[in-house]
């Protein structure tokens, strides 16, 4: 590492360096963040939650639409099984999440992983391979990529957290026809339309809002549950095919 880098000193700017461009990079999205992260608080305390178990939640899960999913069903009083498997489901692609970013973080030791793994978003995942998906093997898990990380993630986590925490604290003060359901609509959208790129994204994006459309009628809330599933095996499907018809025309091109 002292070869790497030099002095301690500059290993200390390198660390700062990338720990501030982390958190530009992820600043922009500040406006998103904060106006879902007041809404699901306040979403938390309405349908019931205590002060102590909506910042548990908050806290703990760190996972908007994970808690999002959840909340109605716990409003509905729905079984156990169907509020822990909504959750399952829907954070099924922090599996990809960590397969894509464990080149990087596969020299650290497990409880720093672990405690990374906590911190992954969609965003701050999209924005970090966005950005480093291009370099060599052998370059991968510098210290410059790792704080860079850090950054995107401490910005996103106290943003979260902050307003997350202001939304549950101030719930009983806010006026159901304010309308926060369609600000945490607008706060998703602006946060997700970024991260639909290529042909499975959008094609998984567009099936999942058909079948919610459609399913919404469906007792517990388990139309959205269905959409999920239905996005996500129409996006992984879409990609084999065209890994496929990829596979012909090289294929054919040696030919």
Known sequence: MKALFGSRPELARVRRDA????????APLTLATGTWGIVTGV?????????????????????????????PLIAAAAPIWVVLLTAFVINLRFVIFSAGLQPFFRRLEL??????????????????????????????G??????FFLGMAAYSWVIWQATSIAGILLAARVPTEWGLEFASIIALIAMTIPMIVGTPALVGALTAGVVAVLAAGLPLKLGLLLAVIAGIAAAMTVEVLLDEDAAK???GAKN
């Not at 461009?21 to 992820?26: D, E, S, T």
């Not at 672990?114 to 060599?136: E, G």
């Not at 510098?142 to 704080?147: G, H, L, R, V």
């Open 43 to 71: 979403a938390m305390v309405k349908v019931g939650l205590t002060t102590t178990q909506a910042v548990g939640m908050s806290l703990l899960v760190f996972s908007g639409s994970a808690q999002l999913a959840s909340l």
């Open 19 to 26: 720990f501030m461009h982390g958190m530009r990079i992820v």
């Open 142 to 147: 510098t210290t410059e990529q790792i704080w």
């Open 249 to 251: 025309d090289k294929r």
């Open 111 to 140: 409880k720093r992983r672990l405690l990374l793994a906590y911190f992954i978003i969609d965003f701050s995942f999209a924005m970090f391979l966005s950005r480093f998906s291009d370099t060599r093997d052998d370059e991968r």
